[in-house]
């Protein structure tokens, strides 16, 4: 194959441009404020990857060397910057990749530009689809998309979505005893079921790594409000439990692998028994 120079400056471009958003959609996928959009935003991601290998290949059949890709595009911080970022790039995307299925002579390297431009005017859509929407209050999001309620509400779920939702619910369930354990000190109960969490946090955590999901960050702290009373934390503890517990058998009417299952079972066994002591504590604020 003929060692054209402008067009391996074009492929390597390419391929810089892959690998910076390969980071960028991670990063913003962790922002997203639903999990429709972190979920679609990983399916981009999955795209720019197999462009990225694919680009990969013919720098190396054009060169003989593995190319060495660098970020060339920053990434902003904000979720909405960042998508708007992302709409404008796949546009140019789309038309730099259809210029190089133009000018390339190969057959095979005009195809293979000619549908990752297909992919990138794909994208651009999905953005401007999330740019339409606006910003949406955390405590919406909160009953509507993240953890149990996020679960329980959906019409149907991936193996992605379960673990997701459930490591939401375990943060949510940490980020509240910790506003507790802050505002009214520590009572053992709460203590007690906060290490539990702690646990089942690891457990969903070596699921991900399995089965190779990315695992969602933490910012459950900004779904949760500190209850104005003991009972009253006591009365969340309670409504947390029912809805952790109904997730999970949710969750176990799918069809798993036995791994999974083991620990969807045991995570909500272990939810009767933390539901059992909030209504033992509730009750005996309603006896006094």
Not at 49 to 76: D, M, V, W
Not at 149 to 178: K, P
Not at 231 to 241: D, I
Request: charged residues 25%; hydrophobic residues 35%; contains cysteine.
């Amino acid at each position: 194959m003929q060692n054209d120079q402008s067009l391996i400056k074009d492929v390597e471009k390419a391929i810089n441009g892959e690998y910076s958003a390969i980071a960028c959609y991670n990063k913003l996928a962790d922002l997203a404020p639903t999990q429709q959009a972190r979920q679609q935003i990983y399916e981009i991601r999955q795209d720019e990857i197999r462009h990225y290998e694919a680009f990969s290949n013919i720098y190396k059949q054009l060169t003989g060397k593995q190319p060495s890709p660098k970020i060339t595009e920053p990434c902003p911080d904000q979720y909405r910057d960042g998508i708007e970022a992302a709409f404008v790039d796949e546009q140019k995307t789309t038309d730099f990749y259809y210029e190089i299925e133009r000018k390339a002579q190969d057959l095979s390297i005009k195809e293979t530009f000619r549908q990752a431009g297909a992919d990138e005017q794909n994208h651009a859509v999905w953005f401007l689809y999330f740019l339409s929407f606006p910003q949406r209050d955390r405590f919406q999001v909160r009953q509507q998309d993240y953890g149990a309620a996020g679960a329980l509400s959906a019409s149907s779920l991936t193996f992605a979505d379960m673990l997701t939702y459930a490591i939401q619910d375990e943060y949510l369930a940490q980020a509240r005893y910790e506003d507790i354990r802050r505002d009214f000190g520590d009572i053992q109960t709460f203590v007690r079921i906060q290490e539990a969490e702690k646990r089942h946090i690891s457990a969903l955590n070596t699921l991900f790594t399995r089965y190779q999901i990315p695992i969602p960050s933490d910012d459950a702290s900004q779904y949760v409000s500190t209850p104005d009373s003991v009972k009253a934390a006591y009365a969340a503890g309670v409504q947390g439990e029912i809805e952790n517990i109904s997730m999970y058998e949710k969750f176990l009417l799918y069809d798993l692998p036995e791994d999974v299952r083991t620990v969807f079972i045991q995570l909500r066994n272990a939810s009767l028994n933390h539901l059992a002591a909030f209504r033992r504590g509730l009750a005996r604020f309603e006896e006094s």
